[in-house]
């Protein structure tokens, strides 16, 4: 006769539950008793517990009523955004979100659902309708950006499919795209825009500077990326370009928001020639590294310069058994030692 | 067969035994011949608790993995789903049950194990499905704390941490405890408690209540266990992002180690045969069972990984030796003696082959450049270098493209030596990662700040130098070939978990209250009453017997820390570790990162 007593406080209920035993919940009516139970619940941390005692309030409680005391039991409030989600019930999950806008995690989980959206121009939509929730300012531009990339993606694939198919675009047709550029990180797409539309003007959407502005990519990523995909087409003169600015007087220098020795690693494994590979190690600032790189890839001119300008005899003579015989080099280093001696 | 169980100070194997009993009684009540689909997740942990063996003596005749469709035939009476209570499995199981046969005969009978525990919400959901009826018995199997070695216990629960400290989910605890409570009823009360953290708060808290509802659970065993430790993870946030350094601990950074088994690529174990000249190289990855079991692996196992080629060059030597002795063996007795020794000769002779070979793998990535400059970086923050401002390696890695786990271990890191980063360098990191590996990183980000990992610096002060002062976290000469400090397991950097285990046993924990004040989560002492006459009379020189539970993971380099703690003379006392998951600082981070891929439901 226990089975069916009905005198139990919601605390014992709770207890019996976490034994594994089937109660019946209807007996607590009134609002109060709802509560204490379900504060029982979260005290005994079963969480199987807590959501069977959810399953009851959501079915014999208002809407309102329930997400308002939710609001004030973030534990409980956890449990039951899980279990709307494991049912898939989109809408009510939705509804709640909408209510409860305290918890940070609330607002990107919506977010999270566009991962769940495959068709491209839905997805777009989805993340416009994410901008107005409450984000930090941070979260709320990182959101807009991904929009706004994914809004330019569309746009640029639609162009560039077109292009591809018409076949009248010469770097297409050498190059052609191995996948499409939507929903790719936004480095990767500036990749693909310094690859395939370098010399667009700003006002394009697939041209890198729109890109730059628009997003704001600091100078450093800019050029390497814009390096990276120069170097892959072995386009030296826009590498140079990349480089070079002029000053006041007129005069051409080069200088990189990136050690030149980058520059280098990006050159030689696109397998750039000895003589554009030498430009850049010549610019190489730190004495040591020069020599490590100008010998590891056989630069042999910086070697030489390099050693003359520390007057260097020893290394100097050493290194030419490094040149070929009777290379200008050769003759390039002996003239040097000749003109140490007479000094 | 469980050698390595009962190697150490407490003997594991009645753990095991328990288990096996508990599995060997529900396998009866499905009486008569039987087919087990199962879980894949589950078959590793179940390795560790019963052979196929055992399966078969109960009747066990087909094994099969859970996937969808229609069940495979086989001539059984009964099929059984082993399963963690999990939606999507569910889902797998209605599809099976489903597309039965109904008109087949002899009719099969469905039962479910439910592993640990069952759950309403996965009968609620095949009640609605309509097949929660097609199921004759249906219950749990609570494989809580699984045994892996002499001295470790794991719950494999790769969830708990997240569960824990991100959605305020403590159903993980409540099977701690609930593991627990089975140690003490095989091993004794524990009279003391100690524990520092929320979760470890919550899980005294629970076995205390326990103990009180259930008072059947009040034995006569006299107590195994002097001491509990209970320590949350989100205390020392530091150490599972450092790379380990013990030979134990880069065979699970480089390679993972799933319940005690590696897989590692083959080429380094072709068999070398005369005249084959490497043809038919194995394409299969060699699959090896890395335990205390074997003599060779437990003696290198917790050595820093620089120590280890002189102990395996001395054993080749020794081994080399040993088989010579062939050649001066000269009265029958002493052939007879020699062949009696063969076996184990060549068994050790095969396991210094193996891990000769292992060790030269892991020699190729710890000489390689870039791990260099990682563990620079790393050592840097961990001794409070230039922790404030954004690092020029982890720029240069990210415009590499290096793989994002790599980079957010290393942010972390950052953050956590530095109690959060300015918001500028937070920011600036956070922009960078976006940008490089797709906006939705959001996400991974989010939690990675809800878990304390990498989060804006708050209250304006580092506490880490403090703590890493008298703490004594970094110790500059580190002797990595006989050491004296468990600073060895990183080349330098204490475990900061291990030190307070350590703080703990000696002087105690009054000797530090300020750090323990800047660490989260109480911190708190408990004693349990022990029956009368079972009061633990130690003898002189013995010493006392720890149990410390890492609630939310513990890595192979703690494990090691605790092992040396155990072997210092004059220690006094010995460690049992047991743990909700063992993690490394890559599957750690991974199970924090949101799931980007869309499910396939």
């Known amino acids: 006769w226990q089975d069916y007593s009905s005198d139990w406080s919601p605390k014992d209920t709770v207890r019996r539950m976490q034994r594994g035993k089937v109660c019946s919940l209807e ?127 569309i746009i640029i694939e639609a162009n560039d499919r077109h292009l591809e198919t018409a076949g009248q675009s010469e770097i297409f047709r050498k190059y052609p795209r191995k996948a499409s550029i939507l929903n790719m990180p936004l480095v990767t797409t500036l990749f693909y825009s310094c690859f395939y539309h370098y010399t667009e003007a700003e006002g394009t959407f697939s041209s890198p500077t729109n890109l730059k502005k628009t997003f704001k990519i600091p100078d450093k990523q800019y050029v390497l990326t814009a390096l990276a995909a120069r170097a892959k087409l072995r386009a030296w003169d826009d590498v140079d370009a990349l480089f070079t600015t002029k000053n006041w007087l007129g005069y051409t220098k080069k200088k990189a928001p990136i050690g030149f020795h980058r520059v280098v690693e990006i050159l030689q494994r696109n397998s750039a020639p000895v003589q554009v590979l030498q430009e850049y190690v010549r610019l190489v600032e730190d004495v040591e590294t020069r020599l490590n790189l100008a010998t590891k890839y056989k630069c042999h001119d910086v070697v030489i310069e390099t050693y003359r300008d520390l007057k260097d005899r020893v290394q100097l003579t050493a290194y030419k058994c490094k040149v070929e015989r009777g290379s200008a080099e050769e003759e390039k280093i002996n003239s040097i030692l000749n003109n140490m001696v007479r000094n | ?189 524990i009279p003391q408690i100690f524990g520092k953290g929320e979760c470890a708060r919550h899980v005294a808290n629970m076995m205390i209540r326990m103990k009180r509802e259930f008072p059947g659970s009040q034995n006569s065993i006299f107590p195994v266990f002097d001491t509990l430790l209970l320590l949350d993870r989100n205390v020392d946030l530091l150490t599972p992002l450092a790379t380990q350094l013990t030979y134990e601990g880069l065979i699970d950074e480089i390679y993972g180690i799933q319940n005690t088994y590696v897989k590692l690529p083959p080429e380094k174990f072709a068999p070398k045969k005369q005249g084959e000249g490497g043809k038919d190289l194995p394409t299969e990855p060699k699959k090896l069972q890395l335990n205390s079991a074997e003599e060779l692996y437990a003696e290198i196992r917790d050595k820093n990984f620089n120590a280890v080629g002189s102990v395996l060059s001395k054993k080749a030597k020794i081994i080399s030796a040993a088989f010579e002795e062939r050649h001066h063996a000269k009265t029958v007795g002493e052939i007879k003696q020699f062949v009696s020794q063969l076996p184990h000769m060549q068994a050790a002779r095969s396991s210094l082959a193996n891990h000769t070979s292992i060790a030269e793998l892991i020699k190729d990535i710890t000489t390689s450049e870039d791990f260099f400059d990682n563990l620079t970086v790393e050592q840097e923050f961990m001794s409070g270098i230039d922790t404030d401002k954004v690092n020029n390696y982890i720029e240069d890695c990210i415009a590499q493209k290096h793989p994002l786990i790599k980079i957010l271990r290393l942010v972390c890191l950052q953050s956590v030596c530095n109690s959060g980063l300015k918001q500028k360098v937070l920011d600036h990191y956070k922009r960078e990662i976006l940008q490089t590996y797709g906006y939705e990183h959001i996400l991974t980000l989010n939690n990675l700040e809800k878990a304390g990992l990498l989060k804006p610096q708050t209250s304006g002060r580092n506490n880490y130098p403090t703590i890493r002062k008298t703490l004594r976290l970094w110790m500059d000469d580190v002797n990595e070939q006989n050491p004296n400090d468990i600073s060895y397991v990183y080349s330098g950097y204490a475990p900061l978990s291990v030190r307070l285990a350590q703080l703990l046993a000696r002087p105690g924990w009054r000797s530090i209250e300020e750090v323990l004040k800047m660490l989260p989560g109480p911190h708190f002492e408990e004693r349990q009453q022990l029956p009368a006459g079972l009061q633990k009379k130690r003898q002189h020189g013995e010493n006392r017997v720890t149990l410390v539970f890492f609630l939310g993971g513990v890595t192979y380099a703690e494990i090691a820390a605790l092992r040396f703690l155990s072997q210092m003379e004059d220690g006094g006392t010995e460690y049992v570790i047991a743990t909700t998951k063992l993690i490394n600082g890559t599957s750690w981070i991974k199970s924090l990162m949101e799931k980007l891929e869309p499910a396939p439901f």
């Open chain 2, 1 to 189: 067969m469980a050698a390595h169980l009962s190697s150490g100070r407490v003997n594991l194997t009645a753990l095991r035994e328990a288990g096996r009993r508990e599995l060997r009684e529900f396998l009866d009540k499905c009486a008569g011949s039987k087919a087990i689909v199962w879980d894949e997740y589950l078959t590793g942990p179940f390795g560790l608790i019963a052979q196929y063996s055992l399966l078969k003596e109960h009747e066990v005749e087909k094994m099969f993995t859970l996937k969808p469709g229609r069940l495979p035939q086989a001539d059984v009476k009964n099929v059984i789903f082993f399963v963690r209570p999990r939606l999507e499995l569910m889902d797998i199981i209605t599809d099976n049950v489903l597309r039965e046969d109904r008109g087949r005969s002899p009719q099969r009978d469905f039962h479910i194990l439910f592993v640990p525990r069952r759950s309403l919400l996965c009968e609620q959901w095949l009640k609605e499905q309509g097949v929660l009826g097609s199921f004759i018995h249906r219950e749990q199997y609570s494989l809580d704390l699984i045994p892996f070695d002499g001295d470790l216990l794991s719950m494999e629960s790769e969830s708990t941490f997240k569960e824990c400290y991100l959605e305020s989910d403590q159903t993980s605890l409540y099977h701690a405890a609930k593991g627990l409570m089975t140690l003490q009823a095989l091993y004794g009360t």
């Open chain 1, 27 to 153: 007996r607590f009516r009134s609002l109060q008793d709802k509560l204490v139970l379900l504060d029982e619940a979260v005290a005994g941390h079963d969480g199987n517990v807590i959501t069977a005692v959810l399953i009851f309030l959501k079915r014999t409680l208002r809407r309102e009523i329930l997400f308002r005391e939710l609001e004030v039991r973030q534990v409980a409030l956890c449990h039951l955004i899980h279990f709307l989600k494991e049912m898939g019930e989109q809408k009510l999950l939705l509804d709640l979100l909408r209510l409860c806008f305290f918890s940070l995690s609330l607002q990107l989980s919506q977010y999270r659902e566009h991962l769940n959206i495959q068709d491209v121009e839905k997805r777009r939509e989805f993340l416009k309708g994410c901008i107005g929730l409450p984000f930090s300012a941070e979260d709320t531009s990182h959101i807009q950006d991904h929009y706004t990339l994914l809004e330019r993606q």
